[in-house]
């Protein structure tokens, strides 16, 4: 018997994006994107769900065959009181064990970096779509922003034509 293929509705995943780290794809060439998902506490969800995260100077770490999250800056819940943790604290992300070796062995040969580039909520529990990212040099930076001058201005030029 045949396999059957999923209809589209089924394809479709329900994902609440929380945040997007917009930097991220300006200062670093992203290459191959994982997703993983975040050991969290109580008193981070709500405010994660509200949007009040920072993780512009986040990046990610393998140590002791577990992957780990640093500086993502969630605030902490005002009805939290004592049950509060440290804003800044690491997080532990949840990834298959190749994914991680895989992960490992690119930034230490290639001297990539593992850099988070957007957490959202997928099924009621939060992920974080990492990448593993070459940092770009600000010649390469220059060249970007001009593209997307250039790709802006042609679209300015198709529109008074129409």
């Known amino acids: 018997m045949s396999k059957q293929t999923k209809t589209a509705s089924q394809n479709t995943k329900s994902r609440q994006v929380v945040a997007v780290n917009r930097r991220a794809r300006h200062d670093y060439e992203i290459g191959e994107t994982y997703e993983a998902g975040i050991a969290l506490v109580g008193t981070e969800v ?10 512009q100077d986040a990046f990610c770490k393998i140590e002791n065959g577990e992957a780990w999250l640093y500086n993502m800056h969630i605030s902490p819940y005002e009805q ?3 049950y509060n943790t440290d804003p800044k604290r ?11 070796e895989r992960l490992r062995a690119a930034a230490e040969q290639k001297g990539l970096t593992i850099i988070p580039l957007s957490i959202f909520f997928e099924r009621g529990f939060a992920k974080v779509e990492i990448a593993l990212a070459r940092g770009k040099k600000l010649y390469d930076k220059r060249e970007s922003i001009a593209e997307r001058d250039r790709e802006r201005e042609a ?6 034509r129409e």
């Open 46 to 55: 709500k405010p994660l769900r509200a949007g009040r995260v920072n993780f």
């Open 80 to 82: 939290g009181n004592r």
């Open 90 to 100: 690491r997080r532990k992300l949840l990834l298959h064990r190749y994914e991680i």
């Open 155 to 160: 679209l300015r030029q198709a529109a008074g």
